[in-house]
Nanobody, 123 residues
Framework: QERLVESGGGLVQPGESLRLSCTAS????????MAWFRQAPGNEREFVAS???????KSYADAVKGRFTIVREDAKLMTLQMTRLGPEDTAVYYC?????????????????WGQGTQVTVSS
């Protein structure tokens, strides 16, 4: 069973930055499109960003566009660089993966999930 492991969450003040990481076995990253989702207390899980197997096709939720950047760093690491964080970004962030074609990503169809990492933005 493939595993996704998130790290990098924490408590930051409004306006600060944070970098989340998602690691997995090398085979998984080569064959899967990857994404980040988040779930705030009392809310449904929502799409944040995705990246294709090629790394060229990326998609972002409107709420994070221009502030967050998703990157396939190498064969085992994907990151989410988050800047200008606000209280509305407070949530548990999940890494997800799905089998996809080379340049496909998007916000649906993810079948593998990590356990999540908590991000709290508060003064």
């Amino acid at each position: 069973q493939e595993r996704l492991v998130e790290s990098g969450g924490g408590l930051v003040q409004p306006g600060e930055s944070l970098r989340l990481s998602c690691t997995a076995s090398e085979g998984l990253f080569n064959n899967y499109a990857m994404a980040w989702f988040r779930q705030a207390p009392g809310n449904e899980r929502e799409f944040v960003a995705s990246v294709s197997r090629s790394g060229r096709s990326k998609s972002y939720a409107d709420a994070v566009k221009g502030r967050f950047t998703i990157v396939r760093e190498d064969a085992k690491l994907m990151t989410l660089q988050m800047t200008r964080l606000g209280p509305e970004d407070t949530a548990v962030y999940y890494c997800a993966a799905k089998i996809a074609s080379w340049d496909s990503s998007g916000r649906n169809g993810y079948t593998l999930w990590g356990q999540g990492t908590q991000v709290t933005v508060s003064s």
